[in-house]
């Protein structure tokens, strides 16, 4: 009996920073129905205390996620590795910056349940990044995907969020779905659900021939998880959703189901830190190298292309989130292949940079710019309208030039201009896929190069719009002061810069990842 | 105390100026616009401060004895920009003897003339703009000198044009202003070409590009050497056109004269003190390359003896004070290189060429300062009217002024005991050395006799200058009102300070062998014996620099008859003269306008065809829309048909290429 409280006990300290993300669920969602009249009114006011609220539950969690580092891995249910370790830093910083964006979008009677299930989102990412399980695994992506529908929704329950969130709903299910058959397929190949147990029979399995089994639970995962990814074809959502949805909730969209996507195909398809894997038939990578190349190169043109042609503002953004998936796909994609020739390589050969590196440090960088961006266009709003369409931005820098220059800043980074983070992003990516050594590694990096301009192309013309266009029949009073977007836009902009000038402060945790 | 100074020192001097130049951009535009110059003569005293304790503490405590074995250099990395996995790019600082000698230089010259424009830039609407482009530019400059590696070097170097573009064109509301400026940068960025090729070149040569690695061990260039001995030509003859661009030397000389169109004090620091001999500095600084090139090494005798001739021949017929100064500038950057080149003379002199160009950079700061500022203070009281035809005689009623420029143009013109004649003489004495002894012994005599004529025009222009300016019958122009008003204090006391400078510097440092001993600290460059002083040299040039003055005081002082005379008589030379040799004219007619004919041809091509071209793939991405935007229909079960199908097709695709590979 002590022994199972023993291990309980253990297991519980390994996700406590979560814990206490749900535990504040749990007291918002009990405690809101009193703070709301049978009509549904709600004291004005009332969201300033359940942003505050939501605050100080990232705090608690940050401070405890501070103080528990990582530690050995074990076969237990959950790890504490660098990777969750990291993963966890970036969502509760980039929690805080959703909940600031949050912070106005929801009227106040329905503010409550909605910043609970943006901290349930966070907290489904940060289990996905301990899991070590793959019904822990399923568990923690449903726990970002269920709140999600209700994020969608909650704001404002108008036609167009509706039909967003129905969208979202059923393709989402879908997704599940695959993802689940993927498991199982795995499952039945391995016979654990346990992923260290996993890797190691694939490990032993070393010199069998290939496993179909294995094959098609691969593809099916790949599949399953590139919609959380907005992966070419498993994108067709994003333009609908981002369009209808409230602004905060596109922004998360653009950020959190990156992370929860690519920390899971992680997990499942690299062995832990230290684990000796050569290539194999038995493991994923054979299988999952080639699709991801085709998938990556895909989503890269297609997420470009079509944003070349949109004029909806968050169409355009969804595409753009489109594109930087590719990119950082292709760090993944890189990453594996080097995982898995690790042993052949020789000590002396210094290893330039590591595409899972790379793709991890994309992702943060990604998540300050693509969130600065929706932070200006949240702060740009008018009190009648949001910004919707080009029109609306046009002359920006007259009416507002302060925000036009940030919203500039960030559409830099996005282009991967220096002096700003996404340069170094992509630069990262590039060298990361250069340096691996294949040929197809290296035809990745020059598409990869290819697309970084094409993408300039657009975001390049936001800014001739903003900069370069007369204001469209706008007055100044019209405008609002949106005090918490314009901390989160601050906050970005010292990500977004801070990244490019000491590039270190990421990238020594990044390193100790994948040593 | 001392310790943390021996840590930061480095990095402050830099700081200092660039924390002035953010203050004065971000507070200095706002509040206190006519206080604008406060935060930069204040950084500007930190820096220079700092540079004389970097010049105690970088070589060893009691120098001047026979003990430049050891490498003395001191290296911050002030911050790392990137480093992952084999990539690594430090901002490295890295001082020596040369570059504390030069940052002393730079940071007093740097001082005394924001003093001197405090009071001679009030009133002007950018006042505030003008200081911030100041401090930026001491900022650069500093950087360039300080920096660690070659790719440092190179970004401040082209800050240094940029800040320069900036204050040539700082009244760009002046279209000839504007031009000017537009000409300096382009015709820099030629230069900076090959030294952008030249780093290039290091790089792939050597695999690195920090200076500490390259020039502090001998092995490394040994073995490039042993290799491919070549190859130092090539570099070497890339870095000296960078060297070529900023320095303003043949047959890139042209932008420089132009620069005057800047306010007289950037002439004074940028065009004359500092910025112009990062050329002189970096050929210095590559030593241990170009000991590997002699035929480099006689390349930049040759082009320095060229520009120092033919911009001496167009001093003598400008009416334009500050022109005259510039051409004048021009020359005496022509005799640095001139000493550089004279390495190639024989091995035991590449050790004193650069010791010498080094030294004539060094005095030359201080007496050009002082004469450009003069002429500023000249200009200042004459409203702006620098023509020296319209006033004269002015020495009455300008007497600091007066004695000011007489200290610079007596340092300049070579007499004996002042700064510009020990640091000329000793270039002599190297080029005489180089002319008598090893192959190319011809060649450096005839670059000799050009030292020799040049120094002869140039005691003559100068003086010309001054005694148009300055004696005759007293003429004002109108625009300068009845009282002309000499310098305020403002303006005089940097130009005392300067003026002492000019005429004491040279025998302080220059005959007791301070300079040379210290730079010889520097590593990396080659050792030398002790070099002797060539009376024979020195009473040469102090007979030319007598005859000079005396032609000018004979000619512009006792009877102007003559000079009308000449004029008339030899209108042609004149005329050659008076435009420069016509150097401007053909660059215009036979570079410039082949270059814009072939512009329009580009822009044709452009306009048409690469257009076009751009129009097509423009196409591409509508074509592609119109085959993807059918499926982004909104239609909720499309998307997840298409999704089920791209899910088929994959898993299709991975069993098919499984059942291949068995």
């Known amino acids: 009996m002590n022994a199972a409280i023993q291990q309980l006990n253990n297991a519980f300290s390994l996700i406590a920073p979560d814990a206490v993300l749900l535990a504040a669920v749990c007291l918002i969602f009990f405690a809101a129905p009193f703070l709301v009249n049978d009509r549904g009114e709600a004291p004005v006011g009332l969201r300033h205390r359940w942003g505050c609220l939501s605050l100080l539950a990232l705090l608690i969690a940050g401070c405890v996620w501070w103080q528990s580092p990582p530690v050995t891995r074990t076969l237990g249910p959950f790890v504490l590795d660098e990777l969750t370790w990291y993963i966890r830093g970036l969502t509760l910083t980039f929690g805080v910056i959703l909940v600031l964006l949050h912070w106005n979008q929801a009227d106040d009677a329905r503010s409550a349940e909605s910043h609970a299930c943006l901290l349930a989102i966070l907290a489904g990412v940060n289990l996905i990044a301990a899991s070590n399980d793959l019904v822990g695994l399923f568990v923690a992506l449903e726990l970002v995907s269920i709140p999600t529908y209700l994020f969608l929704l909650l704001p404002r329950r108008d036609a167009p969020a509706q039909e967003a969130t129905l969208k979202y709903f059923l393709l989402s299910i879908f997704s599940s779905a695959v993802v689940l058959f993927g498991m199982s397929y795995l499952y039945g190949a391995t016979g654990t659900t346990n992923l260290s147990g996993i890797h190691a029979a694939f490990s032993a399995a070393h010199g069998q021939q290939a496993n179909p089994l294995v094959a098609v639970a691969t593809v099916m995962l790949i599949a399953g998880l590139g919609f959380r990814l907005t992966a070419v074809p498993f994108h067709f959502y994003a333009p609908d959703v981002f369009q209808g949805a409230p602004t905060s909730a596109a922004a998360m969209l653009s950020f959190i189901p990156k992370i929860a996507g690519f920390v899971a195909l992680l997990r499942l398809m690299v062995p832990a830190t230290g684990a000796e894997q050569a290539i194999n038939p038995w493991t994923m990578t054979p299988a999952a190298t080639p699709l991801l190349w085709w998938l990556a190169v895909a989503t890269m043109f297609v997420g470009n292309l079509m944003a070349l042609m949109q004029t909806d503002i968050r169409r355009l953004l969804a595409y753009s989130s489109v594109s930087h998936a590719g990119y950082m796909m292709v760090g993944l994609l890189v990453g594996m292949e080097h995982e898995g020739q690790k042993h052949l390589l020789t000590k002396a050969i210094p290893q330039s940079v590591s595409g899972i590196g790379a793709m991890l440090f994309y992702l943060a960088v990604y998540g300050a710019m693509t969130l600065g961006t929706f932070a200006v266009l949240i702060a740009a709003a008018r009190t009648d309208k949001r910004i919707e369409t080009f029109d609306d931005l046009s002359g920006l820098s007259r009416t507002r030039p302060a925000l036009a220059l940030l919203l500039a800043i960030f559409l830099f980074s996005l282009a991967g201009l220096p002096p700003t983070a996404g340069f170094l992003g992509k630069l990262n990516l590039f060298f990361a896929a250069w340096a691996q050594g294949y040929e197809s590694s290296k035809w990745l990096a020059v598409i990869l190069a290819i697309n970084a301009a094409l993408g300039a192309w657009f975001y390049l013309k936001i800014i001739g719009v903003m900069f370069l266009r007369e204001p469209v029949n706008r007055s100044p009073q019209e405008t609002i002061i949106e005090t918490p977007s314009l901390i989160a836009a601050g906050l970005c902009l010292v990500g977004t810069l801070g990244l490019f000038f000491l590039p270190g402060w990421l990238w020594v945790p990044i390193q100790s990842i994948m040593p | ?662």
């Open chain 2, 1 to 662: 105390m001392t310790n943390w100074l021996n840590e930061n020192v480095l990095w402050l001097i830099p700081a200092a100026p660039l924390l002035a130049c953010l203050w004065i951009v971000l507070v200095g535009q706002v509040i206190g616009r006519k206080y604008a110059h406060r935060p930069l003569v204040l950084g500007l005293a930190v820096s220079l401060i700092a540079s004389l304790y970097l010049l105690t503490v970088v070589v060893p405590h009691g120098f001047g004895h026979d003990e430049h074995d050891a490498s003395h250099s001191v290296m911050t990395t002030v911050y790392q920009w990137i480093k992952i996995g084999t990539i690594d790019v430090p901002v490295t600082l890295r001082a020596d003897a040369m570059s504390a000698l030069m940052l002393t230089m730079v940071t007093s010259v740097s001082l005394l003339v924001a003093i001197f424009a405090s009071s001679y830039m009030k009133g002007d609407p950018g006042y505030p703009r003008f200081f911030a482009a100041m401090s930026l530019f001491v900022f650069s400059m500093c950087m360039l000198v300080l920096a660690g590696n070659f790719l440092l070097l190179f970004v401040f170097w082209e800050a240094v044009g940029v800040c320069s573009y900036l204050l040539i064109g700082f009244w760009f509301h002046k279209p000839s202003a504007a031009a000017a400026a537009k000409k300096a940068f382009v015709v820099n960025r030629i230069g900076d070409f090959g030294l952008i090729l030249g780093i290039f070149l290091i790089w792939q040569t050597f695999g690195t590009l920090d200076f500490a690695t390259l020039f502090e061990s001998p092995n490394l260039i040994n073995g490039i050497l042993a290799g491919q001995p070549d190859i130092f030509h090539w570099i070497c003859i890339l870095l000296f056109i960078g060297a070529v661009g900023k320095s303003a030397q043949f047959p890139l000389q042209v932008w420089l004269p132009d620069a005057m169109e800047g306010p007289t004090p950037v002439s004074a620091l940028i065009h004359a003190a500092t910025m112009v001999t990062a050329g002189v500095y970096l050929v210095a600084r590559c030593t241990p390359f170009f000991v590997h090139a002699p035929y480099v090494q006689m390349t930049v005798a040759g082009i320095g003896a060229a520009t120092a001739l033919i911009a001496a021949i167009t001093a003598l017929t400008q009416y334009d004070l500050k022109r005259v100064l510039a051409y004048s500038t021009v020359s005496q950057l022509g005799y640095m290189f001139m000493s550089l080149g004279a390495a190639g003379g024989g091995h035991g002199l590449a050790l004193h060429a650069v010791t010498f160009a080094m030294f004539h950079m060094f005095t030359h700061a201080f007496f050009k300062a002082v004469l450009f500022l003069s002429a500023g203070s000249v200009m200042h009281a004459m409203g702006d009217v620098i023509d020296m035809r319209r006033f004269s005689g002015l020495r009455k009623a300008l007497p600091i002024t007066h004695w000011t420029f007489l200290a610079g143009a007596l340092a300049l013109a070579g007499v004996p005991l002042l700064s510009g004649f020990w640091s000329k003489d000793e270039i002599l004495a190297v080029l005489a050395a180089a002319s008598r002894e090893g192959e190319h012994a011809g060649f450096y005599g005839v670059i000799l006799g050009i030292a020799l004529l040049t120094s002869l025009m140039t005691a003559f222009y100068t003086f010309r200058a001054y005694f148009m300016t300055f004696w005759g019958e007293e003429k004002f122009p109108e625009e300068a009102g009845h009282h002309p008003h000499d310098a305020p204090p403002a303006m005089a006391v940097p130009l005392a300070i300067l003026a002492a400078a000019a005429l004491g510097i040279g025998l302080l440092t220059g005959p007791t062998h301070l300079y040379g001993h210290y730079l010889h600290h520097t590593p990396g460059l080659p050792e030398g014996h002790e070099f002797p002083i060539d009376w024979l040299m020195m009473g040469i040039s102090s007979i030319l620099a007598a005859v000079g003055i005396g032609t000018a005081y004979q000619l512009y002082v006792v009877s102007p008859k003559i000079v009308e005379n000449l004029q008339r008589r030899l209108s042609l030379a004149y005329q050659a003269s008076q435009n420069g040799l016509y150097i401007d004219w053909f660059g215009y007619k036979f570079i410039a306008a082949p270059l814009r004919g072939l512009a329009k041809i580009c822009e044709f091509f452009d306009r048409w065809v690469i257009d076009t071209l751009v129009d097509c793939v423009g196409f591409i991405p509508g074509l592609f829309g119109s085959i993807i935007r059918p499926i982004q229909n909104g239609m909720v079960q499309n998307y997840a048909a298409v999704m089920m199908l791209g899910l088929v097709v994959c898993l299709i695709t991975v069993l098919r290429a499984l059942a291949g590979t068995h």
